[in-house]
């Protein structure tokens, strides 16, 4: 039984509404009977055991997995195989993965316009300025000119994080940003991450960084075998867990 | 221990020692490294010593390069036939070239060949100036070379069985070349496809056109074509060879860009659509431009493949080069001279596809240096 206990934190409105959605791969039922609202400006970390649907989750919200049953709603607008609308909400909804997937044919400053210039028609000049911009605030400004192989893998998840700010998104989602890092580089990307969260981006974050989550989210989801198990306030999930799932988890997840 | 001559952290650059510098350094280690490594290397300089200075002697240095006709060049022979005869490079060189294009409309094809480096500047050299304005030309480019060989509007018509010999070869390889690309990349797309049907069409296609020799193809494009055409139309002999050739050579291309498409990690297309940018966007911009690249050695392969198959098209009674070549042997007057006209072919053959060789070599290492950090 999922607990709902949703805590309103900020006074913002629904920005991603999703009601009774399943997901099957096959005969695979990987997402079941999800609920959930996203409020405007709200950080949300995903939680759960290997395979339990966090990333399946996270890439319905931009239709890089397409759900069979339910509503989701992001911005007001329904996820259906409408082409125009899913490029709509993609292009509002910036998405970091775990593996970068920086293009490594172009520049970092080029990985940063590309978007803006052929999906937003953005002039190159103004992307260009926009883009430095950003490279400053994660402060590799001075790569801007090398290409991704040149760059160390926190340097590129910064670049992968700037990218997707370039197309001054709503939503901001992250698919475990930090697990391919070594450790010494885990510390500057979430630096990012939280400075991200205090500019007030609407963020839901899949990641076992549990320091992270008691420091920025507002809300702590724990998914197991295709279902939101439990979800609250970071204080009352970390120190008192409903379910004895959630209990397993906490217990192994911070024992090491 | 030995003493060190220099105190530590002051030790200079030396030159390396002589066994590793210069001739001497070379051979030892490409030549002469091993027992085994020096026998192959003696017996690879004898087999040299026992072709090439009689081979020069034939093709060279004995050899007659003008003369009315075979006759008159074995005549100024020691021994008749004992040399190499070139003189029908010269004497026939209009029908080599050119097959029997009218001799004063040839100045036609020789423009078309020269346009056809204007069309290609803008995709050899990617710093060209006025790059924008090149490639309106390229794109027009087959119209105009088409308007200038075949004749139209202000230029007399000249009947395409009259086009042979190396202009043929060209025309037909290049053509191939052209068109085969951008239709190999639409297959391999196809065959990539989540459509079923675009799939499945895809699929019969490239499994069809790989499945038949291309000779079953030329004959029934110079055959069957004309009845699957509704009745009153006809289609060129050359035009029914180009498609052929074209559609045959792109059904490989499509399978090595395929390859290509599946060595790109799935994460790039989706970073590429979680950031909103459509298929085709993400094909055009992140997907083909890396593609391309690392598929350039097939591309080259299939290019060079099908520049070779058009020798194919003396079956269908059209006169490429081999076959202005082998034309000429059944003429009395330059009967017997097998080997100076094959050699000769092969040779023009080995300059055109060894040219596109080198090219892909530089295109290579080019793009290498270009992005030489990214290997991961
Ligand atoms: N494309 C797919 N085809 C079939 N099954 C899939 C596919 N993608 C995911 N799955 C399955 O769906 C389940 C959920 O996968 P998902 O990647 O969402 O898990 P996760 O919670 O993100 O796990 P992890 O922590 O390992 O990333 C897993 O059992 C997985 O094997
Ligand atoms: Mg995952």
Not at chain 2, 273 to 302: D, E, F, H, R
Request: one cysteine or more; hydrophobic letters at 50%.
């Amino acid at each position: 039984m999922a607990t709902k206990a949703i805590k309103k934190t900020e006074t913002g409105e629904t920005v991603i509404h999703i009601e009774g959605m399943h997901k099957w791969f096959g005969n695979f039922h990987a997402l079941k009977d999800i609920d959930l609202e996203v409020f405007q400006g709200e950080k949300i970390v995903i939680c759960g055991p290997s395979g339990s649907g966090k990333s399946t989750l996270i890439r319905c919200i931009n239709r890089l997995e397409e759900h069979q049953q339910g509503l989701i709603n992001v911005h007001g607008t329904n996820l259906t195989s409408d082409l125009k609308d899913i490029e709509t909400i993609r292009s509002d909804v910036g998405m970091v993965f775990q593996s970068f997937n920086l293009f490594p044919h172009l520049t970092i400053l080029e990985n940063c316009v590309l978007a803006p210039i052929w999906v937003r028609k953005m002039p190159r000049k103004e992307a260009e300025e926009i883009a430095m911009d950003l490279l400053e605030r994660v402060k590799i400004p001075e790569q801007a000119l090398k290409y991704p192989g040149q760059l160390s893998g926190g340097q590129q998840q910064r670049v992968a994080i700037a990218r997707a700010l370039c197309m001054r998104p709503k939503i901001m989602l992250f698919d475990e940003p930090t697990s391919a890092l070594d450790p010494e580089m885990i510390k500057e990307v979430l630096d990012t991450m939280i400075e991200l969260a205090q500019d007030g981006m609407t963020m839901l974050v899949v990641t076992h960084e549990m320091g992270f989550a008691r420091k920025v989210a507002n809300r702590v989801i724990f998914m197991d075998a295709g279902e939101i198990i439990e979800e609250n306030d970071p204080e009352t999930f970390f120190n008192k867990p409903q379910n004895d799932r959630t209990k397993l988890f906490l217990s192994q997840i911070l024992n090491h | 221990m030995k003493e060190k001559s220099y105190l530590p952290g002051t030790h200079p650059d030396l030159p390396p020692p002589t066994s590793e510098v210069g001739v001497v350094g070379w051979a030892r280690k490409n030549l002469f490294a091993t027992p085994a490594d020096t026998i192959f290397t003696l017996l690879a300089f004898y087999v040299l010593y026992s072709i090439v200075p009689g081979f020069m002697q034939w093709a060279f240095i004995d050899a007659v390069y003008v003369a009315e006709n075979r006759e008159a060049c074995w005549k100024m022979m020691e021994t008749p036939g004992g040399a190499a005869c070139w003189a029908f490079t010269s004497i026939r060189l209009n029908q080599l070239l050119y097959g029997f294009y009218p001799e004063t409309e040839v100045w036609r094809i020789n423009l078309s060949f020269i346009l056809l480096f204007v069309a290609l500047a803008p995709v050899l050299i990617d710093r060209l100036p006025f790059r924008k304005q090149f490639f309106i030309f390229t794109g027009l480019y087959p119209f105009v070379a088409g308007w200038l060989i075949f004749g139209w509007f202000a230029l007399p018509p000249v009947a395409s069985q009259d086009i042979g010999g190396l202009a043929l070869t060209l025309i037909i390889g290049i053509t191939g070349i052209a068109f085969s690309l951008p239709l190999g990349i639409l297959l391999a797309l196809g065959r990539t496809s989540n459509l079923p049907v675009i799939k499945i069409l895809s699929v019969l296609f490239i499994e069809f056109i790989r499945g038949v020799p291309l000779i079953a193809l030329l004959f029934i494009a110079s055959t069957m074509l004309n009845y699957f055409m509704p009745p009153g139309t006809t289609f060129d002999l050359l035009v029914r060879v180009l498609i052929m050739v074209t559609l045959f050579a792109s059904a490989y291309m499509a399978e090595v860009i395929r390859g290509g498409i599946a060595g790109i990690p799935k994460g790039q297309i989706e970073a590429a659509s979680a950031a909103g940018l459509s298929y085709w966007k993400t094909m055009y911009l992140i997907v083909m431009p890396q593609v391309l690249k690392i598929s350039i050695p097939g591309i080259v392969n299939t290019f060079i493949g099908l520049f070779k198959d058009t020798t194919l098209v003396l079956i269908i009674g059209m006169f490429d080069l081999l076959g202005m070549g082998k034309a000429a042997l059944t003429n009395l007057n330059w009967a017997g001279l097998h080997r100076e006209m094959y050699l000769f072919v092969a040779v023009v053959f080995f300059f055109c596809c060894y040219g596109m060789s080198l090219y892909s070599g530089y295109l290579e290492r080019k793009l290498d240096t270009e992005n030489k950090f990214q290997k991961k």
